[in-house]
T-cell receptor, first 120, second 107 residues
């Protein structure tokens, strides 16, 4: 059974940093692209960043480019999101999501999410 | 970036009724349109991929159609567990984008 478990969320001041982790199990982690998707309170879904499987490329939404960095450790089956220069508008539940079995660009499994609150 | 517009924002229906949700793209996404369902406090759940293909374990009452810029998610007969939020997403090009969602609520 595929499981994705995010951690690292919490309250951070504007301008601060935080690193999210997503522990994966139940599939060959290194073979799949992974993404972070966020959802501000009461709002819709926003794709944030993606990383290819293996040692592949990385992709970012314009809203986080230059501030966030996605990475993975395939030996630990873990996905990361380093978030710097945080802003109030980054407040959201952050989900990690696994690329589908069929094709890239969408997600067949999601974690339960971790809440980031950016506030002074 | 491709903008996805979902309509209506809210759909008020009774169990057993047919639900028709729309997703319109600002430019063609071919058939690379995805539908998810989200219930309060839960992560999204994949329903339909590439416009019309049901994901594993999704009941046959859910169907998707469309291509280019206009897409439809149909729930043929609403079950109590179907009252939820529904989002479309395009995977045609980066950045991946989502629609604003349609809430299907009990009338």
């Amino acid at each position: 059974e595929v499981q994705l478990l995010e951690s690292g969320g919490g309250l951070v001041q504007p301008g601060g940093s935080l690193r999210l982790s997503c522990a994966a199990s139940g599939f060959t982690f290194g073979s799949y692209a992974m993404s972070w998707v966020r959802q501000a309170p009461g709002k819709g879904l926003e794709w944030v960043s993606a990383i290819d499987g293996g040692v592949g490329g990385t992709y970012y939404a314009d809203s986080v480019k230059g501030r966030f960095s996605i990475s993975r450790d395939n030996s630990k089956n873990t996905l990361y999101l380093q978030m710097n220069s945080l802003r109030a508008e980054d407040t959201a539940v952050y989900y990690c999501a696994k690329r589908s079995e069929v094709a890239s660009g969408y997600f067949d499994h999601w974690g339960q999410g971790t809440l980031i609150t950016v506030s002074s | 970036e491709i903008v996805l517009t979902q309509s209506p924002a809210t759909l008020s229906l009774s169990p057993g009724e047919r639900a028709t949700l729309s997703c319109r793209a600002s430019q063609s996404v071919s058939s690379y349109l995805i539908w998810y369902q989200q219930k309060p406090g839960q992560a999204p759940r994949l329903l339909i991929y590439d416009a019309s293909n049901r994901a594993t374990g999704i009941p046959a009452r859910f169907s998707g159609s469309g291509s280019g810029t206009d897409f439809t998610l149909t729930i043929s007969s609403l079950e109590p567990e179907d009252f939820a939020l529904y989002y479309c997403q395009q995977r045609y090009t980066w950045p991946l984008t989502f629609g604003g969602g349609t809430k299907v609520e009990i009338k």
